[in-house]
């Protein structure tokens, strides 16, 4: 494995005085010497075509690199590869939305091929496979594990962060009856620019984010469970109000992924659609104060 990269660190006694006080956890960048001059102060979000399943690359301005789950198999791995500076083979911190195989299966080629520095996952009890070896890989990284159990949010530097919003409680340990609604929901926010993951969650955590009165407005939205019927209820897209939609979904899979009446919902919320498996994947850049990306190719 590739050697750490240096970091600076609060003192443990600080960092716990924080989280104790506001949840809020504060990452100092990497030495800016360690990263391309190109990197100016962009943020990059790289939606990943995985197939049937999610992956995201979040590049931040100050050095950080953060996968937001693996898909199902090699593909993620790869894309980074192809992505990350030969150089550079560090990813700071994997956030396992939820460890149905779509989202944990790649990570694990993901943990063979680069150091991984932190983990955040809920813990939730799985007995799957796929599940049970990305663990034992993540042991044999020796990568430190982090648990969401509440709402808490991640500094990564001057007007960047990254908001934990679900769940609202501590999953870890306990068998849940839908794995979809245990996803960990994350909202990135650059100045004056957001993005909204929503992992696989279905309409009872939409519904339950609305009743606390979130701030979910996002310029882009990642579609929760890949366009399914079970998400993006017309309330929860009123107060996200994308301005572009990413579905994140297998060409012709078996579940019919995505909806044609998400389809038409997000449509009538005047939200620009991005699926992989029609446009592969996303590059979207922000400079603090709008999002581009550019236009979709045409269909696979």
Partial sequence: ?????????????????????????????????????????ILRVDFLDVGQGDAALIRVPSGQNILIDGGPDQAAARALERLLPFYDRTLDL??????????????????????????????????????????????KEGSAMVIIDRPQTLVL???????????RRSLAGASVENLNDSSIVVKLVYGRTSFLFMGDAEAPVESELLSVQEDLRADILKIGHHGSNT???????????????????GADNKFGHPSPRILNRLLKNQAKIWRTDQNGSLAARSDSREISWPPPPLPK
């Fill in 231 to 249: 998400s993006s209820q017309a309330e929860f897209l009123a107060a996200v109000r994308p301005s572009l939609a990413v579905i994140s979904a």
């Fill in 157 to 167: 530097g001057a007007d960047c962060e990254l908001r934990f919003l679900y769940p």
């Fill in 1 to 41: 494995m590739p050697q750490k990269l240096l970091k600076i660190l609060l003192p443990l006694a600080a960092a716990a005085a924080i989280l104790a006080a506001g949840a809020v956890w504060i990452w100092y960048p990497r030495p800016a010497e360690i990263f391309s001059a190109g990197a100016g102060q």
């Fill in 94 to 139: 994997i956030i396992l939305t939820h460890p149905h195989d779509d989202h944990v299966a790649g990570l694990i080629s993901v943990l063979e091929r680069f150091h991984v520095e932190k983990i955040a996952y809920t813990g939730v009890s799985h007995s799957a496979p796929a599940y049970l070896d990305w663990l034992e890989a993540a042991k």
